[in-house]
């Protein structure tokens, strides 16, 4: 009976969690022609954070991710460890500190310590700075390999490969590469799934 009756309490859980993904979109859902900004990767980036914590909490596995203190290892990826990092790491902290049970641990990484292993676990990279083809393709296999969820606001990059993005169309909304969810066995939740534009790898 309860296979078929969610209980209260799973009801409850998955309210919650589509009431927080609906408020988000709502925070990101603005027109598209408003993201175009003098900096425009820098805006895209700082709304992607907004939609890489809904990832985080969409993967229902996420529990079993947990670094040896027992938290969400979250990668800001970077090549150059610069000014405009520096800002996202803050927003970092401001978005994605809100998260627990688990709660997560936020490092700034370079991608060359991330791909020669010198990093703690890690559940979730988000990537701050334009990668050219061949460390994106490294960078893919590695998330895939270790069933991370793989963020990137960057346009092109969820279409290479990348597990989550952003469309930016009419409105704003999640991007997801469903090859890549399915190749990296990361299971995210329906209704996240649902409302993202969906990509294969291009050929």
């Known amino acids: 009976m309860s296979a078929i009756f969610p209980s209260s309490h799973q009801q409850k859980i998955r309210y919650s969690f589509v ?18 900004a003098d900096r ?21 596995d996420r529990h079993k991710k947990r670094d040896d203190d027992g938290a969400l290892g979250i990668a800001l990826l970077y090549i150059t ?8 790491e803050k ?15 936020i490092r700034s990484v370079s991608l060359e ?3 020669a292993g010198d990093t703690p676990p890690t559940a979730g990279i988000f990537i701050t700075q334009k990668l050219d083809g061949d460390e994106l393709k490294a960078l893919i ?5 270790h069933q991370v969820v793989l963020f990137s606001p960057f346009e092109g990059d969820v279409e290479a490969g990348v597990l989550g993005g952003i ?3 009419a409105r704003v909304r999640p991007a997801l590469n469903m090859d890549t969810l399915m190749r990296a066995q990361i299971n995210i939740k329906p209704f996240f799934v649902k ?3 969906q990509y294969a790898v291009a050929e």
Not at 40 to 60: I, N, P, Q, S, W
Not at 81 to 88: E, G, K, Q, T, Y
């Open 113 to 115: 310590d991330l791909l």
């Open 141 to 145: 296999e590695f998330s895939i390999e």
């Open 40 to 60: 425009y990767d820098e805006r895209r980036a700082h709304v992607g954070m907004k939609l890489f914590k809904m990832m985080l909490l969409a993967d229902t």
């Open 81 to 88: 460890h610069s000014s405009a990092v520096r800002r996202l």
């Open 167 to 169: 469309s930016v169309e």
């Open 19 to 36: 009431l927080q993904l609906v408020l988000c979109l709502v925070l990101v859902s603005i027109p598209g022609h408003a993201v175009i």
């Open 91 to 105: 927003t970092a902290d401001e978005q994605l500190a809100s998260i627990t049970n688990p709660e997560v641990h």
């Open 195 to 197: 409302v993202a534009k």
